[in-house]
């Protein structure tokens, strides 16, 4: 599934020319909504009268703004049809990046992870800094080292050589 989501998010790079969540949220046709009356949801994603809503926590800093766009576009792109099939109509995210979470979050994660960090940055990145481990090539990246361990997971499972030193744990956005 891995390898299809990556030809997914070659197609939207290709057909949007953007790694930016909220331009891609924009050209999805999805409202991008804020509210401040979350107390721990991140996110959500739902589609009302065959209207795609984007709904992000508003308290959230900007860069994690930027991962749940990232992930509700994510879910628009993927899972359009389970979010229709769903009774409310959409998706809520609590957390990201959660081992125990259903296999759309897990899809979820993957494509953002290829969306927002593309494989040469990855590569560039480790060639500049030699020196460098997993937590500064994040930060290097600018990004959590949850969304960076998703991306050397998609890379290994295509058969890259790179080394992921940890697993795929989640959890770290559960607190706002």
Do not use: W
């Not at 939207?12 to 409202?31: C, M, W």
């Not at 992930?71 to 899972?79: D, I, N, T, Y």
């Not at 800094?129 to 997971?153: H, I, M, R």
């Amino acid at each position: 599934m891995n390898n299809l989501i990556y030809q997914r998010v070659l197609y939207i790079l290709k057909k949007y020319s953007t790694r930016d969540p909220f331009v891609l949220l924009n050209a999805l046709g999805a409202v991008t909504v804020y509210s401040d009356s979350f107390t721990s949801l991140k996110g959500y994603c739902a589609i009302l009268n065959r209207i795609s809503y984007a709904v992000i926590n508003a308290k959230l800093p900007d860069e994690e703004k930027r991962i749940a766009a990232g992930h509700e576009a994510a879910h628009l792109v993927l899972h359009k049809n389970e979010i229709r099939k769903s009774p409310t109509g959409a998706l809520r995210d609590f957390s990201f990046f959660n081992n125990n979470a259903s296999h759309l979050e897990f899809e979820a994660n993957s494509f953002l992870a290829d969306f927002l960090i593309s494989d040469d940055s990855v590569t560039e990145t480790r060639k500049d800094n030699p020196d460098g481990d997993f937590f500064s090539y994040a930060a290097d990246l600018s990004v959590p080292p949850q969304l960076y361990a998703f991306k050397l997971n998609s890379m290994q499972r295509r058969g890259m050589d790179v080394e992921n030193p940890v697993g795929l744990e989640a959890g770290f956005l559960r607190r706002v």
